[in-house]
C-alpha cells in the first residue's frame, strides 16, 4: 500500500492527512506526521492554566463562505458532542454569541468613533476600486502605500481592515487586492463584524484537538521531535522524492519513499521563533539565521537552484516588516470585564474587536465569549491583545512594546481604556504572558508572481507543498481556509481524484454585493 508522508504537523497537514483518509481512500497507518516541535497545531496553539496563565499565539477569523473548512470539519466530530461536528459547532456557536460590535474604534479620550462611515475621500474611493480591479501581474513587487495617498491609512476603513486581518502599509499589493476581493461581501458589516465567525473555544481547542482525535482514532502517526533536513530525488527529469532526511534524538536517520509514495511538505512558517514573556519578562526576540527553525531552513535548502520551488527569501529576510507582539491575559477578577461591557455596551463576547487608532502599537483587544479555553474554570476570564507596531515607544510606558513585560503591557492598554482609576486592582488579579512573532506576517510581504510555489509543481509524481506559503488562485493567506485549501488541491491533484476543492467565493461577481460595497463606501 502507498504511503504519505506529512512535513509539519499545523492546520495544513492535519486538514491533508484526514482528506487522504476521506477522499483518497488512505488507511491512517499509512500516514506519517514528521513535526519539529513537541506538539502539533502549528499557529493554532493554545496553552497554559488559569493559575499560570493561558497563552495562545493569536486566531485566524472566520466567516460564512470558508467552504474547504467547513466541507472537511464536517467529516470531523466535535470533542463535546460527537453527535455533531466541528462545523455544525461552529455554526451554532456564531448563532448563540455572534459579534455585533458597537466600539470598534475608540479614540485618545476613550470614547467610541462612529464607524458608520469609513472616513474616505473621493480619491480614496477611486483608489481602492482601482486596486481591486487591477490585474495582480500589475502588482508584482508593490506595497499597499505604492497605491494609496497617505490620508488613506488614516480612514476608519484602514484603522478597521488593518486591525482584523494585520496588514501593514508596507505590505504586498498583490495580498491586499485579493482581501478586497476575496472579503468585498463583508464591507456593510464591517464596522460591527456582524460577518465574522469565531469557534467555541480557541482554535486549538474547537479544531486541532478534535482532528488530532479523529486522526489518532484512524491509526495516523505522528513523530514530535523530528527535524526534517532534506529530501533526495530521483535522477530524470521528472521531481520525484525517494527519500526524506531528519534528525530524531539527535541521530540522523532517513526514510525510503517508494514511487507511489507521497510527500506533502509544510514550507516556512508565520509564527517559527515565537518567544514568551510573563508578568515580569519581555519576550527575548530569537532571530539569528543560526537560529533559523527547520520549516524555513528545510525550504531553503529545496529551493536551492531550483525556481519551481519558489523563493523563501522573499518572505524570511525582512522580519522587520513581519514582526509584531500579541499578548493573553487571565483576569480573576470581573471588574475588568464590568469595565468593558459598560464602555462597549455589549456583554462580554459580543463586542468583538476594539481597536486604538491613537495608540502608537496600534493596539486591539478582544474580550471573546467565555470559556475561550475548554477547561478554563469559572470565575476565571481570558482575554486578548495584539500591537502592529511593537517596535514604537508606548504612549504610556515610554518604550518599545517588544521591551515591555506583560504588567507594563497591561498598564499601557488600561490607559488607553481610561480604567486609570482601576488599575493596580486590574493588575494585581491579572496574569499577562506576551508573545513576540517576528515572522508573523511574512506571508504579507511584497512579492511576485513565482515567489510561492505551486501546491503541486510542475513536473511533481509525489511531491506537494502546502500552508502558507504555497500558492493557490485568488484564496488569501493568513486563513485557516488557505491552509486547507492547500491540503484539498494537493491530495487531490497528486492522487488524481478528479474532486477539485470547492471553488473561491467571489463576491466581486455579483452585482448586489458590490453595490452594498460601494453605497457603504460612500456613507458619510
Same mark, same amino acid.
Given at each position: ?20 483518509? /476521506?477522499?483518497? *481512500? ?30 495562545? /499565539? ?14 472537511? =470539519? ?29 466600539? /470598534? ?32 501581474? =500589475? =502588482? ?9 495617498? @497617505? ?6 476603513? +484602514?484603522?478597521? #481592515? ?7 502599509? +508596507? ?6 487586492? $485579493? ?23 480557541? %482554535? ?6 478534535? &482532528? ?10 505522528? !513523530? ?99 514582526? +509584531? ?21 455589549? @456583554?462580554? *463576547? @459580543? ?9 502608537? +502599537? &496600534? ?10 479555553? !475548554? ?31 506583560? %504588567? ?14 482601576? &488599575? ?63 491540503? #484539498? ?7 488524481? =481524484? ?13 452585482? $448586489? ?10 456613507? /458619510?
Amino acid at each position: 500500500m502507498a504511503k504519505a508522508y506529512l512535513v509539519g504537523s499545523g492546520i495544513a497537514a492535519l486538514s491533508a492527512a484526514a482528506l487522504l483518509i /476521506r477522499d483518497g *481512500g488512505f488507511a491512517g497507518c499509512d500516514i506519517h506526521l514528521l513535526e519539529e516541535q513537541e506538539v502539533i497545531g502549528g499557529s493554532l496553539d493554545a496553552g497554559g492554566t488559569a493559575e499560570t496563565g493561558y497563552s495562545m /499565539r493569536g486566531g485566524r477569523m472566520f466567516e460564512g463562505q470558508f467552504r474547504c473548512t467547513y466541507d472537511l =470539519l464536517s467529516s470531523i466530530p466535535s470533542v463535546d458532542d460527537p453527535s455533531i461536528s466541528v462545523t455544525e459547532d461552529t455554526f451554532a456557536a456564531h448563532e448563540a454569541f455572534p459579534w455585533d460590535d458597537a466600539a /470598534r474604534l475608540v479614540d485618545s479620550d476613550g470614547k467610541i468613533i462612529d464607524v458608520r462611515s469609513m472616513g474616505f475621500s473621493e480619491r480614496d474611493r477611486l483608489e481602492l476600486v482601482a486596486c481591486m480591479a487591477t490585474p495582480e501581474r =500589475l =502588482l508584482n513587487r508593490k506595497r499597499i502605500s505604492d497605491c494609496f495617498g @497617505e490620508e488613506f491609512f488614516t480612514t476608519n476603513f +484602514w484603522y478597521m #481592515w488593518c486591525t482584523t486581518f494585520a496588514f501593514e502599509p +508596507w505590505h504586498s499589493a498583490i495580498e491586499f487586492r $485579493r482581501y478586497l476581493n476575496r472579503f468585498v461581501h463583508l464591507f456593510p458589516t464591517f464596522g460591527t463584524m456582524s460577518g465574522i465567525y469565531r469557534t467555541r473555544y480557541n %482554535q486549538y481547542d474547537s479544531i486541532v484537538r478534535p &482532528l488530532q482525535k479523529w486522526l489518532n482514532d484512524q491509526g495516523v502517526t505522528t !513523530r514530535t521531535g523530528c527535524l526534517v533536513t532534506d529530501l533526495a530525488f530521483a535522477p530524470g527529469d521528472a521531481t520525484t522524492v525517494e527519500r526524506i532526511l531528519y534528525t530524531h534524538g539527535g541521530l540522523r536517520e532517513d526514510i525510503h519513499v517508494a514511487p507511489d509514495d507521497l510527500v506533502l511538505v509544510t514550507n516556512g512558517s508565520m509564527t517559527a521563533n515565537s518567544s514568551l514573556g510573563s508578568d515580569t519578562a519581555a519576550p527575548i526576540p530569537v532571530i539569528a539565521a543560526s537560529e533559523q527553525p527547520g520549516s524555513w531552513r528545510l525550504w531553503q535548502w529545496l529551493a536551492r537552484g531550483r525556481d519551481d520551488f519558489g523563493n523563501p527569501h522573499v518572505f524570511d529576510r525582512s522580519v522587520k516588516d513581519s514582526t +509584531w507582539e500579541s499578548f493573553t491575559v487571565t483576569c480573576k477578577d470581573p471588574l475588568f470585564v464590568e469595565l468593558m461591557e459598560a464602555l462597549s455596551g455589549r @456583554e462580554a *463576547g @459580543e463586542g468583538g474587536l476594539m481597536t486604538f487608532p491613537s495608540s502608537s +502599537w &496600534l493596539l486591539t483587544i478582544v474580550l471573546n465569549h467565555q470559556p475561550v479555553y !475548554r477547561e478554563q474554570p469559572d470565575g476565571v476570564t481570558v482575554w486578548w491583545g495584539y500591537g502592529l507596531f511593537p517596535d514604537r515607544s508606548g504612549d504610556y510606558v515610554g518604550k518599545p512594546m517588544t521591551d515591555c513585560t506583560g %504588567q507594563e503591557i497591561l498598564r499601557e492598554v488600561l490607559h488607553h481604556l481610561k480604567f486609570e482609576a482601576n &488599575l493596580d486592582r486590574i493588575a494585581e488579579t491579572s496574569t499577562v504572558i506576551p508573545c513576540l512573532m517576528p515572522y508573523i506576517t511574512s506571508q504579507f510581504l511584497v512579492r511576485e508572481h513565482g515567489d510561492r510555489p505551486q501546491v503541486v509543481p510542475k513536473g511533481s509524481t509525489n511531491l506537494a507543498f502546502i500552508g502558507q506559503f504555497a500558492e493557490v488562485p485568488d484564496d488569501v493567506v493568513f486563513t485557516v481556509e488557505y491552509s486547507v485549501r492547500t491540503a #484539498w488541491t494537493a491530495v487531490n491533484t497528486l492522487l488524481k =481524484l478528479g474532486k477539485e476543492p470547492p471553488s473561491v467565493y467571489k463576491g466581486q461577481r455579483d452585482p $448586489r454585493v458590490l453595490m452594498n460595497a460601494l453605497t457603504t463606501m460612500h456613507q /458619510r
